[in-house]
């Protein structure tokens, strides 16, 4: 029985991690997928990379209460993984936000299939298109190929560095911030300067009510300069998403 215990300690080792990333990464850990596709996909996953990376898995613990401190770090280091990709999907969201408050369709919502939410309606629709980018890129894959080399930075059974942990969640927030105000920018540009424009008319001729009366003229304009602009600000945050998916990648 000491080989069933020690591949069994192996296979919970590797499952805690690899199980924690695809439970939160993108594309993976969407709640639209079904719960039991995601665990049969993390138990996949666990048995494909099992023979590679089972000669790092330290040695079975004495009882179950010493095991368990491993598993817990184990949950950590995945879900850190995970956190790092899934904080840059909230640059669409922020990105979604920004886009509606600007264009004058801010109030204007629906239920966010990602976030199983109701968020404003740029925000459904530029995450949906980011995880079509992250499918059509392959970067989903991308994502594994970061959990599997993990294993050499960080080894099964290792605490986790708590410090660069911060470092890096701080980093990836202020990243996915940063990157959502980029994507929004063509279009608060716009709104500054027609809603300054009107000012000045609305100035000269008082009589009339010209911020009710350009409404429309705003949101058409508005998505125009989305239209235009929405493919360069996507390319960028999918360079980005691509950056931090690959930080604990070693090749």
């Known amino acids: 029985m000491d080989w069933l215990t020690q591949y069994a300690w192996i296979g ?6 690899l199980g924690a990333v695809l439970m939160v990464a993108p594309v993976w850990g969407e709640q639209v997928m079904p719960p039991m596709m995601r665990l049969g996909m993390a138990l996949l996953v666990t048995a494909t990379l099992a023979p590679a990376l089972a000669g790092r898995a330290p040695q079975p613990p004495a009882d179950i209460i010493m095991a368990m401190p491993l598993i817990i770090f184990e949950v950590v280091i995945g879900l850190i993984l995970g956190l790092g990709a899934r904080l840059m999907m909230s640059a669409l ?22 976030a199983s ?5 740029f925000s459904g629709f530029f995450s949906m298109m980011g995880l079509l980018l992250i499918m059509s ?8 190929e970061a959990a599997a080399d993990s294993y050499q930075i960080f080894p099964p059974g290792s605490f986790p560095p708590i ?37 000045l008319i609305s100035r000269l001729i008082p009589q009339v009510q010209i911020f009710m009366t350009t409404m429309p003229l705003s949101i058409i304009l508005s998505l125009a300069v989305i239209a235009l602009g929405l493919g360069g600000g996507l390319m960028m945050w999918l360079d980005a998403m691509e950056t931090q998916m690959r930080v604990f990648t070693v090749r």
Request: net charge neutral; glycine share 10%.
């Open 117 to 121: 939410q109701p968020a404003a309606i």
């Open 137 to 144: 890129a392959g970067l989903h894959r991308v994502m594994l």
């Open 93 to 114: 969201q922020v990105a979604g936000a920004t886009v509606g408050i600007a264009s004058g369709l801010g109030f204007a919502q629906q239920v966010d299939p990602i």
């Open 12 to 17: 919970a080792l590797l499952f805690a991690r």
């Open 163 to 199: 410090g660069d942990a911060s470092t890096f969640m701080i980093d990836a927030v202020s990243n996915s911030f940063r990157l959502g105000i980029q994507i929004a920018a063509p279009v608060l540009i716009f709104s500054l300067i027609f809603n300054i424009a009107l000012g």
